[in-house]
């Protein structure tokens, strides 16, 4: 092999099993461009194809194999080899060799715009062997199908031989779905919408025996695929994802980033917000960062803009805590529909009954089971509705959609209403940089922090606060937050005398939060349910055991007698606040079980879980192709184990020769 300074082409050969004529094939392009890479991509390979390239990669260093498990289509393996490219001019060629090695370089040498396609049927080509009647037939068939439906003027846009500025496809090659031999069409059409100048000239072809296309069957997937490209690149192109379903045609997209809906009845600006909007709004900020684009549909607020940023995340804001539900759906056929790649539905109770509205992938976001506080909380006519939606209306709707919950706790109520385990992937939430440990207070201080809400039994905190304030009359207890319940707790704490050691400081800044979790003794939390207990890793965070009832959610977010005390649901809460003030022992062996425990969870593994899970509902049941950590990567479904994101990451080239050398 002769030395070369620099990669002038990069050809792109496709094959599976292609054992009869792929030595002969790569002889002959290894030593033509001898200056330019020859990227192999074996895909679904049976035979001894692979064995075959890897041994010609001994001999000539300007063979790169990118090897693909399953078969992923002529047009995937195409593109697969297009992002892996590394010389200005890319060209592909099937590996039959009809199209010679020096005739794709006379081919490649005469690029003179964006790019060129081989033709045998324009004037000056040469047909050496033809092919036989019935496919010359379906080809000009197919060519007419292709120039009435796309308005490309090219004779032949299934010649296998085409070359292109590399800079151009990458343009383009976001915007091209298709996966099988309708490849051409998808690429050649987003290249003339894109404005790009292709000729078609003509070429030097032969025919060769061995074709293992069966015609009748190939033509009904390249019409479908046709169809579905002609739809997409139309007004109706709303109803592909309902197509797919009825003529799967295998689409492989291509993600350099992943537009993101998120439909959450609060942003994070609501004076309400809590736990469920500081989990989305920490990831969604997180996703913009890292080159993700995401908007929030939500309701409005009094004095709240209707659209608005926040932290690069868009914010549309239609109706009230009660009509969203209704004026959500209208906004987003309007507005949204065709402008994403996955929508989360976020379930606060009950979810948006996005499958009713959007064909979009889904993840439904479930942060706990609401069935007993329904149940206890709500008028019985309005809870028996809920309870019903939630249970047996919420699976039925969302059973081809991604679920996603906060705890393992959270997953097992929701199988118990009916969704499956392998169903429920988990992302557990993270921690804020800035919530470490600090000075803690002087005298004793115990913090809650979150909503006012009945089913938060903050009461039972209170009460058993006033046995800690008998035995220790400088003790203080801060409650952080607001809701409806807060004029109920504040007649609490003045009849059982604690006016002046129950302090209630409302909603506060996140500053002031810290300062309150680092300072607190222990967190308390008496909450019925929690879908996670994102207040207690927080304190945990800050240096701060967590006290609280043994209930799902917290139960899991507390290791008892390491990051903090779980006691029996309804028991006294007592005798455990009065072992933090009187052991402390006791309490610094917690105080160091919290920090470790908090180093568990990261907001940046929790954002990455999301689009992972988000991925995987976008790739569906095939193959996508995705540029994750810096390179591009081949993804796809693998099987659902226990807690695990069932996606597979494939780097596509895990080793590259320089040519020459």
């Known amino acids: 092999m002769r030395k070369v300074s620099a990669l002038v082409y ?40 692979p064995a075959i390239v890897r041994g010609l990669r001994a001999q000539f260093s300007n063979i790169v194999v990118v090897e693909i498990e399953d078969a992923v289509g002529k047009g995937g393996a195409v593109r697969a080899g297009m992002l892996v490219a590394k010389a200005p001019v890319v060209a592909y060629v099937d590996a039959d060799h009809a199209t010679s090695a020096a005739e794709l370089r006379r081919l490649c040498e005469s690029l003179d715009g964006d790019g060129i396609v081989a033709s045998r049927w324009c004037k000056g080509a040469i047909v050496e062997v033809a092919q036989p009647f019935a496919r010359r037939i379906a080809s000009r068939v197919f060519n007419a199908l292709v120039r009435a439906a796309f308005g490309l003027r090219f004779t032949d846009t299934q010649c296998g031989a085409k070359v292109f500025r590399t800079a151009s496809i990458r343009d383009v090659l976001p915007y091209v779905e298709t996966s099988n031999f309708a490849f051409d069409v998808d690429l050649l059409f987003a290249m003339k919408n894109a404005g790009m100048n292709v000729r078609e000239v003509p070429t030097v072809w032969r025919d060769v025996e061995g074709s293992r296309l069966n ?49 959450n009845w609060r942003d994070p600006e609501h004076p309400q917000a809590g736990g469920a909007e500081k989990y989305l709004h920490e990831m969604a900020r997180r996703w913009v960062a890292s080159g993700h684009a995401v908007e929030w549909l939500t309701a409005r607020f009094p004095g709240a803009a209707s659209t608005t940023t926040i932290d690069g995340v868009r914010v549309m804001r239609v109706g009230n805590a009660m009509s969203v539900y209704a004026l959500l759906p209208i906004a987003y056929l309007r507005k949204f529909r065709d402008r994403f790649d996955v929508v989360i539905d976020a379930e606060n109770g009950i979810p948006f009954f996005s499958p009713l509205f959007s064909m979009k992938p889904k993840i439904c976001l479930v942060f706990h089971v609401h069935q007993q506080v329904l149940k206890k909380y709500l008028p019985a006519a309005i809870g028996s509705i809920l309870i019903w939606a939630e249970s047996w209306l919420m699976p039925r709707l969302y059973r081809t959609s991604k679920f996603v919950t906060i705890s393992n706790d959270t997953r097992e109520a929701m199988h118990a209403i009916g969704i499956p385990r392998q169903s429920v992937d988990i992302v557990y939430s993270g921690v804020d940089a800035e919530m470490v440990p600090g000075t803690k207070s002087l005298v004793p201080l115990f913090a809650y922090v979150g909503r006012l809400k009945v089913y938060k039994r903050v009461e039972c905190i ?62 308390v939390s008496a909450s019925e349910i929690e879908g996670w207990g994102i207040g207690v890793i927080e304190a945990n965070a800050c240096g701060t055991p967590a006290l609280v009832y043994g209930v799902p959610g917290l139960r899991e977010a507390v290791i008892d007698g390491v990051s903090g005390l779980v006691i029996e649901d309804g028991s006294d809460l007592s005798p455990a606040l009065l072992s ?9 062996r917690l105080e160091s079980g919290a920090v470790s425990r908090a180093r568990e969870f990261s907001w940046d593994a929790a954002a990455q879980a999301m689009v992972d899970v988000a991925m995987h509902a976008v790739i569906g049941d095939y193959y996508g192709l995705a540029h994750l950590s810096g390179e591009w990567s081949l ?27």
């Open 580 to 588: 933090i003030v009187r052991d402390e022992p006791l309490r610094r």
């Open 635 to 661: 993804i796809k479904r693998v099987r659902n184990d226990g807690d695990s994101i069932a996606l597979a990451k494939i780097p596509l080239v895990s080793e590259r020769k320089t040519a020459g050398g």
């Open 10 to 49: 990069s050809i792109i050969i496709p094959g599976r099993n292609e054992s009869a004529r792929i030595e002969s094939t790569l002889d002959d392009f290894a030593k033509t461009f001898y200056d330019s890479e020859i990227i192999v991509v074996l895909n679904g390979c049976t035979d001894a194809t």
């Open 215 to 263: 015609l009748v069957p190939a033509s009904a997937r390249m019409f479908a695929a046709i169809v579905r490209l002609r739809i997409r690149n139309s007004f109706l192109r709303w109803v592909v994802p309902a197509f797919d379903r009825l003529f799967p045609t295998s689409p492989m997209r291509s993600h350099s980033g992943l537009n993101i809906l998120i439909l």
């Open 462 to 523: 209170i009460e058993a606060f006033s046995a800690v304030r008998a035995a220790f009359p400088n003790a203080m207890l801060h409650i952080a937050g607001d809701g409806d319940d807060r004029g109920r707790l504040e007649e609490c704490a003045l009849r059982l005398g604690l006016a002046e050691s129950v302090v209630f400081e409302g909603l506060v800044s996140q500053q002031r939060k810290v300062e309150l979790l680092q300072s607190a003794w222990a967190y």
